[in-house]
């Protein structure tokens, strides 16, 4: 179970929620109102005040690699940073490699991605092989608690239908989701519960208004 | 071996029509360089001659602490030229010159060690120490500009992948290490390929000298040797020091990249 106790991701006021295993919350709000940067503090790759637990286990309590190993943040747009995307999933340790290997294979089947793409060049993949390709980034070293980011960003109606296959199967395994999307019909699909993020109501109107003519602060989507 | 011919000042100036022609060329061209160019010819004299008066004052000390004050303004320059170096610098004055010290630290150590390997009487004494620190501190600093301004500027292009790295629970270093390897590659290269040219395209400038004030030839290449291996020394030690503190003041120990620590780009 993922607790989040009065977070403050400024300028929001400090938020407090659980996700319970196997529930998916989804983040509402629109574009700048801090879905990412909301996700991003859980994550811990942001600074934010207050306190996140994982199971009654604060994230303090661990190193910051392991927390994020637990609590995995999977950012809208996908990041490859190597030829070849096997190189960029993370390495599992040498017990566990070939249960990996089939587990991933697997994984890519229910993508409907072949196997052999994970040897080519990333720049010769469509965006949406790299979109998917991520995702099974994301969930093949069993995180407990996914924070997706628009995770069917760009995908057409049939490979989005099976990443939210995916989704669900995670939920029934006992993850938990916390789910950022503008899509209203995929969070009905998916969400248990909603969390509204608006803009700061306690900010006067000439301050909205002047922000608007500035470039956006921060993380934009 | 008495072949050193002084130089007047008449020479000096008639030398000194050379930058003239720089300067007409700038203007046919109207590459706008002559006032740039006026400023460092000046600066370049200026600086130079002040040097070598200080240097004479104080080789003519016998008090040590006159030596210790040269070398004091020589750490804060260096760190003060690594600093001007940068397109992003960190922000505030413990990282800066954290970051920017193993410029200096790593010229004085091994500032030290060619002092064990020539030993002269005593250890300190200005006329070895002065100048092959300035020549160790230089080359260094060389090195450990380019490597904090490239992996300043790496992690600020790269911040996305960064983070997505760190996000699939990457720590700081693993996060950082194709970065830094960059990084550490660009600092030693101007080093190493000093090393090559050496003799072939180049003939060093201290060897230069040496020969110049009438030393034989064979005994400035064995100076020139070790000087080249001290360079070596020095940049490398410099330009890791360096490296790892630029990827360690860029995060924090919650492992997060921190690039709210840099400065906006100058320019």
Redesign the interface.
Known sequence: MLRVDKLVVAPLPPLSFTVANGECLAVEGPSGSGKSRLLRAIADLEEARGHVFLDGAERSEMRAPSWRRLVRYAATEPMWWTETARAAFPAPTSTARSQVSSALAALLADLALDASLLDKPVSDLSTGERQRLAFARAVIDGPRVLLLDEPTNGLDAASQARVEILIQRELKAGRSVVLASHDSSQIDRLADARLQLARPATLPRATLAADATLPPRGMTQ | MTSYIPLSLVELALASILIVVNGAISVAYGLRLEKSLAVASLRMVLQLGIVAMALKFIFAQTNPLWTLLFVTVMAVATIAEVIMRQERRLKGWRALSLSASPAFLAGLVTTLVALLLIQPQPWYAPRFLLPILGMLVGNSLSGVALVLDTITGAASR?R??I?????????RHQAFE?ILRRGLRTGLMPVLNGMAAAGIVSLPGMMTGQILAGVDPVEAAKYQIMIMFLIAGATAIGVVAGGFAAVHLLT?D????RLDRLTAPSD
Not at chain 2, 163 to 171: I, K, M, Q, V, Y
Not at chain 2, 254 to 257: A, P, Q, V
């Open positions: 790269e996305r992948v983070e997505a790295r760190l996000a699939l629970g990457a720590t194709d924090d919650r492992h997060r990249l």
